[in-house]
């Protein structure tokens, strides 16, 4: 079944740079492609990046244009996101989806505070 597993989360300062990665295991990656969510307390999951398979197509929300980047790596079934110029509202738990896929991993919590 799909597996998915996050890390690199952590606290940063505003204005400073994380990066997440997501590796992923159960189905053709390089067949799919995934995305990135957040969800922060007391809201509703969000849609961040998008990504083809083939990794040509990304698409962001516009909360985080500009600033965070989604890259993929198909020989090791790995999805990054590339987060710069954190704000305060970036704080929340990132999470990677296989699109069309059931199933989510444990999430990486991402907390952009001084």
């Known amino acids: 079944q799909v597996q998915l597993v996050e890390s690199g989360g952590g606290l940063v300062q505003p204005g400073g740079s994380l990066r997440v990665s997501c590796a992923a295991s159960?189905?053709?990656?390089?067949?799919?492609?995934m995305r990135w969510y957040r969800q922060a307390p007391g809201k509703e999951r969000e849609l961040v990046a998008t990504i083809s398979s083939g990794g040509g197509t990304r698409n962001y929300a516009d909360s985080v244009k500009g600033r965070f980047t989604i890259s993929r790596d198909n020989a090791k079934n790995t999805v990054l996101l590339q987060m710069n110029s954190l704000k305060p509202e970036d704080t929340a738990v990132y999470y990677c989806?296989?699109?069309?896929?059931?199933?989510w991993g444990q999430g990486t919590q991402v907390t952009v505070s001084s």
């Open positions: 159960g189905f053709t990656f390089s067949l799919s492609a």
């Open positions: 989806n296989a699109v069309g896929r059931p199933g």
